[in-house]
């Protein structure tokens, strides 16, 4: 494309995105598709000749956008709300635009230590120590596995070499309400899924450190070798946070490595007033938290911070002849933390997010959040019809509709046709969850664009469908 064709498709382009940011709260949240239907409305098979931009952007924005359920609508306040803001999505342009690789220092020395010195800085604002070496990859869940990963390397330093055939059973502690990406990380590394113990939580729904104390001594008498304890600083259900010193006290006193999945709430350590719910973290081995989550930064974005990046090393170097370079002693070759060779820039949109609104800016905006939340659990506690399932942690609220005149089945029924109702509108998007056998709903106030008066209409949106029961 001839430069003077860039520059006018690329205004275009912005102008496009502009408009969308400015106005996403006019198309409907939640994809009115069915499914195959996207797919039946594009060409079945690519052009043989190159296509004019014209007919490209026409197909995406008749098509695709149709498609798609936005995660930047104001109205979305289902799972763990995102938002790509303006300064992230201009990052990672100019990311795409550069076409860094940070596989080996050199093959891209500013994205290696941009990304370094990113992961500092929010290291800072969440006032974790400096011990903390961070890293940027695109998920929770590989982060997740890449810790369990040098945690393994460290339980069964053998493995490395042999496999873990003929070697003890490894176990890994978690709370019943640990995320899946977990258990699927336990699985993946060969420990099979009896490698993960999923202990009773609280009725807060939290791990019982004398729960993990009781299972750890039971695995250790069986000849089991435990391999790391994973808590959970909110959990995807309840946001609730697994009491940290506690375990990391446990952790310590048996020498077994803590990890903990911190995706949502981690950043919650920004705000000051929040910080100490987190209290106990800075123990840990390694943590793991999204800022493609809370934190205004588009997919994908997760950092995973560890105080051993050697135990990282230990898990995943392996350094063929044509990538050693004579500054591999001095500089940090990225690619000798996780299992991929290529990596992008993906911390030039979150270095853009944390110089954009800056520590207070960011905190400012977790705090109203907060605030929202704790206004819509008000009305569902003042209400009869309604009951908070948890406490109101962060952005969450998790609530259920409940008439006392109708047994568990009929409750949980009612709760799912008032959401899928409630979801129907196009104005709002909320999602559910079953706790103790209970459908029960979920309303995250996580986007950046997400005012008092969407979460007002969400409430509006629920009375009316539960009236609408009757
Ligand atoms: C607690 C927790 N951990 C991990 C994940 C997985 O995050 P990712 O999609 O980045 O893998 C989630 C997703 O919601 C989560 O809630």
């Not at 940070?102 to 020395?109: E, G, K, L, Q, V």
């Not at 069986?222 to 391999?227: D, E, H, I, K």
């Not at 911390?347 to 977790?366: E, H, I, S």
């Not at 999602?431 to 409430?459: C, F, K, M, P």
Request: glycine share 8%; net charge negative; proline share 6%.
């Amino acid at each position: 494309m001839p430069p003077e064709d860039f520059l006018v498709q690329g205004r275009r382009i912005l102008e496009w995105i502009s408009e969308y940011l400015g106005s996403a709260g006019r198309y409907p949240v939640l994809a009115r598709v069915r499914p195959g239907e996207v797919r039946a409305s594009l060409a079945p098979s690519p052009p043989r000749e190159g296509e004019s931009l014209d007919d490209i952007l026409r197909d995406f924005e008749e098509r695709v956008v149709p498609g798609l359920t936005h995660w930047n609508h104001p109205g979305f306040l289902a799972y763990f709300a995102n938002t790509a803001s303006s300064p992230a999505i201009l990052g990672e342009l100019l990311a795409t635009a550069v076409n860094a690789n940070a596989m080996i220092w050199r093959t891209s020395p500013a994205a290696t230590e941009v990304e370094g010195l990113t992961a500092d800085w929010l290291r800072q604002l969440l006032g974790l120590p400096e011990s903390f070496a961070g890293f940027i990859n695109d998920t929770a869940s590989h982060n997740s596995l890449y810790a369990l990963a040098a945690a393994r390397a460290r339980a069964f330093p053998e493995a490395g070499e042999q496999g873990l055939h003929s070697l003890p059973a490894g176990r890994i502690y978690a709370s019943e309400h640990v995320h899946s990406s977990i258990d699927k990380a336990v699985v993946t590394l060969g420990l099979g899924r009896r490698g993960v113990r999923h202990l009773p939580a609280d009725d807060g729904y939290r791990m019982k450190p004398e729960a993990l104390r009781a299972a750890i001594e039971e695995d250790l008498a069986a000849g089991v070798r435990p391999v790391a304890v994973v808590a959970v600083a909110g959990t995807t259900s309840t946001a609730s946070i697994d009491p940290l010193p506690e375990i990391a006290r446990i952790c310590e006193e048996h020498g077994i490595w803590m990890h903990v999945d911190a995706a949502y709430a981690g950043v919650a350590a920004i705000v000051e007033e929040l910080r100490p719910l987190l209290a106990g973290w800075e123990r840990a081995d390694s943590i793991v938290l999204n800022a493609h989550k809370w934190l205004f930064t588009p997919m994908d974005c997760a950092l995973l911070y560890c105080r051993r990046p050697e135990a990282l090393a230990d898990a995943f170097s392996l350094v063929p002849p044509y990538l050693r370079t004579p500054e591999a002693d001095e500089a940090r070759d990225l690619m000798n933390y996780g299992v991929a060779l290529g990596r992008s820039f993906r911390a030039l949109k979150l270095w853009f997010v944390l110089r954009y609104f800056g520590g207070r800016g960011l905190a400012d905006r977790l705090r109203e959040h907060c605030r929202l939340a704790s206004r819509f659990a008000e009305w569902a506690q003042a209400s009869d019809r309604w009951q908070l399932m948890s406490s109101t942690l962060l952005g969450l609220v998790v609530f259920r509709y409940r008439d006392p005149e109708m047994g568990l089945d009929r409750n949980n029924q009612a709760n799912e046709r008032i959401l899928d109702a409630v979801n129907a509108s196009g104005d709002v998007f909320l999602s559910h969850t079953i706790l103790d056998g209970r459908y029960v709903l979920r309303l995250s106030v996580g986007n950046l664009r997400t005012r008092r008066e969407h979460v007002e209409l969400a409430w509006r949106r629920l009375e009316l469908e539960a009236a609408r029961l009757k």
